[in-house]
C-alpha cells in the first residue's frame, strides 16, 4: 500500500514563506506524476502543482512565480517551496501520486483522479 505523508505546514503572514513535504514510502524516480493539491474550507480542491520525471512540472496560474515543486527521488519525498504567501492561499494542502501519464491532464483533472494521498497539512497566511 503506498503511503504519502505531508508535512511543513503552519501559519505564516502574508508574504512569508513555507516549505511543505511528502515523504512516499514507494520509489518515485520516473515513474509516477506527483503534485500538491489544496482545498480551502467550502472550496472544491484544485491543483497547485505536479511533477513528472526528473524535472517537468506544471503550476497553476494563481502560484506561478510564487511556489516551486520539486522531487528527490533518492529519497522518497516530494517538496512545495512556497514565497510570497497570500491570504487566498490558505488551505489544507495534500501531496498525491498517480500513473505518469496524468501528469499529461490540466491540473483541475489531476486534482479529482490522482487518487492516492497523503492526510494534509494546513497552511494558514494572515493577512
Known amino acids: 500500500e503506498v503511503q504519502l505523508v505531508e508535512s511543513g505546514g503552519g501559519s505564516v503572514q502574508a508574504g512569508g514563506s513555507l516549505r511543505l513535504s511528502c515523504s512516499a514510502s514507494?520509489?518515485?524516480?520516473?515513474?509516477?506524476?506527483m503534485g500538491w493539491f489544496r482545498q480551502a474550507s467550502g472550496k472544491e480542491r484544485e491543483g497547485v502543482a505536479s511533477?513528472?520525471?526528473?524535472?517537468?512540472?506544471t503550476y497553476a496560474d494563481s502560484v506561478k512565480g510564487r511556489f516551486t515543486i520539486t522531487k528527490d527521488s533518492d529519497k522518497n519525498t516530494l517538496s512545495l517551496q512556497m514565497n510570497s504567501l497570500k491570504a487566498e492561499d490558505t488551505a489544507v494542502y495534500y501531496c498525491?501520486?498517480?500513473?505518469?501519464?496524468?501528469?499529461?491532464?490540466?491540473?483541475?483533472?489531476?486534482?479529482?483522479?490522482?487518487?492516492?494521498r497523503g492526510q494534509g497539512t494546513q497552511v494558514t497566511v494572515s493577512s
Open positions: 514507494i520509489n518515485i524516480k520516473n515513474r509516477y506524476c
Open positions: 498525491a501520486a498517480g500513473p505518469d501519464f496524468l501528469c499529461g491532464l490540466d491540473l483541475s483533472e489531476q486534482a479529482r483522479r490522482l487518487t492516492v
Open positions: 511533477i513528472v520525471g526528473a524535472d517537468v512540472a
